[in-house]
């Protein structure tokens, strides 16, 4: 417990003419946007001029990787990561087909590989598992 009275938490008269003075000068130039205002479309054009906006493109597995048969997948080591836990799960190509057949989709077996390991059990179906990225 301190003796200080409680007047050292007040600004003192002085500060609070300076403070007054300063009001109308760090005011921003133009009104905000509301909640339910539509964006301007100088930041629409600024979303569509970014490089980044493709860069998701680059980094997925070819195009229809997922919608091919185990037989017809090139690469040696298969790879599905999960975005919601941020796992990934890794089977080689021979195990895949000796585990779940030369017909299997990839896109079944690497959604099938997450789900037995699945840490975010909701009770809910439509919440349970994973989501997979095929990579």
Not at 21 to 37: E, I, Q, S, T, Y
Not at 95 to 101: S, T
Not at 109 to 129: A, Y
Request: with cysteine; glycine share 6%; hydrophobic share 30%.
């Amino acid at each position: 417990m301190t003796d200080r009275p409680a007047s050292w938490r007040m600004p003192t008269r002085k500060q609070i003419d300076m403070m007054a003075r300063h009001v109308g000068r760090n005011a921003p130039p133009a009104r905000g946007l509301a909640p339910d205002d539509d964006l301007p479309p100088e930041y629409w054009q600024a979303l569509l001029d970014d490089p980044r906006a493709d860069s998701g493109r680059s980094r997925q597995a070819a195009p229809g990787i997922q919608t091919r048969r185990l037989a017809d997948v090139p690469q040696h080591l298969l790879r599905v990561a999960c975005r919601r836990c941020n796992r990934t799960v890794e089977i080689q190509k021979a195990d895949a087909v000796r585990l779940y057949g030369r017909d299997a989709i990839w896109r079944d077996v690497g959604q099938r590989l997450l789900d037995n390991t699945c840490s975010n059990r909701t009770g809910r179906h439509e919440e349970d598992g994973c989501w997979p990225s095929f990579d």
